[in-house]
Antibody, heavy 121, light 106 residues
Framework: EVQLVESGGGLVQPGGSLRLSCAAS????????MSWVRQAPGKGLEWISA????????FYVDSVKGRFTVSRDNSKDTLYLQMYNLRTEDTALYYC??????????????WGRGTLVTVSS | DIQLTQSPSSLSASVGDRVAITCRAS??????LNWYQQKPGKPPNLLIY???NLQSGVPSRFSGSGSGTDFTLTISSLQPEDCATYFC????????FGQGTKLEIK
């Protein structure tokens, strides 16, 4: 059974940093791209970052480029999102999602339950 | 960036009704269009991938159609458990989601 468990969320002040983790199990982690998708309270879904299965290729939405870094440790079956210079508009529930293939156009096959990030002074 | 526009933004229908939700892309996405269902307090659930392929375990009353810029998610006979918000997503150029369609049962 595929499981994705996010952690690392919390309350942080504007300008602060946070690192999210996503522990994966139930599939060959290195064979699949992974993404982070966020959802602000009461709002829609926003894809923010992806990383290929081997970790070579990374992708970001413009609003987080230069502030967020996605990475993965395939020896630990874990996905990360390092977030710097956080803004109030980054407040959201952050989901990690398994994609349907190692790289290229795909879909979000499985989702974790999310970890909440609140940016507030 | 590719923008996805869903219509309607919300709708109310009766059990047994046929329901259609459309998703229009600002430029062609080929068949790289997926549909998700999200219930309150839960993560999204993949329903349809690559425009028309039913994800394993999803009831056959759900179907998807379209290509290029115009896509439709159809529920052939609405059930009470279909009360949810539905999102389309394109993966042709980076990734983006539609704004969502909230479906209520009359």
């Amino acid at each position: 059974e595929v499981q994705l468990v996010e952690s690392g969320g919390g309350l942080v002040q504007p300008g602060g940093s946070l690192r999210l983790s996503c522990a994966a199990s139930g599939f060959t982690f290195s064979s699949y791209a992974m993404s982070w998708v966020r959802q602000a309270p009461g709002k829609g879904l926003e894809w923010i970052s992806a990383i290929s299965g081997g970790g070579v290729h990374t992708f970001y939405v413009d609003s987080v480029k230069g502030r967020f870094t996605v990475s993965r440790d395939n020896s630990k079956d874990t996905l990360y999102l390092q977030m710097y210079n956080l803004r109030t508009e980054d407040t959201a529930l952050y989901y990690c999602a398994k994609e349907g293939q190692e790289v290229g156009p795909s879909y979000f096959h499985y989702w974790g339950r999310g970890t909440l990030v609140t940016v507030s002074s | 960036d590719i923008q996805l526009t869903q219509s309607p933004s919300s709708l109310s229908a009766s059990v047994g009704d046929r329901v259609a939700i459309t998703c229009r892309a600002s430029q062609s996405v080929g068949s790289h269009l997926n549909w998700y269902q999200q219930k309150p307090g839960k993560p999204p659930n993949l329903l349809i991938y690559s425009a028309s392929n039913l994800q394993s375990g999803v009831p056959s009353r759900f179907s998807g159609s379209g290509s290029g810029t115009d896509f439709t998610l159809t529920i052939s006979s609405l059930q009470p458990e279909d009360c949810a918000t539905y999102f389309c997503q394109q993966s042709s150029s980076s990734n983006s989601f539609g704004q969502g369609t909230k479906l209520e049962i009359k």
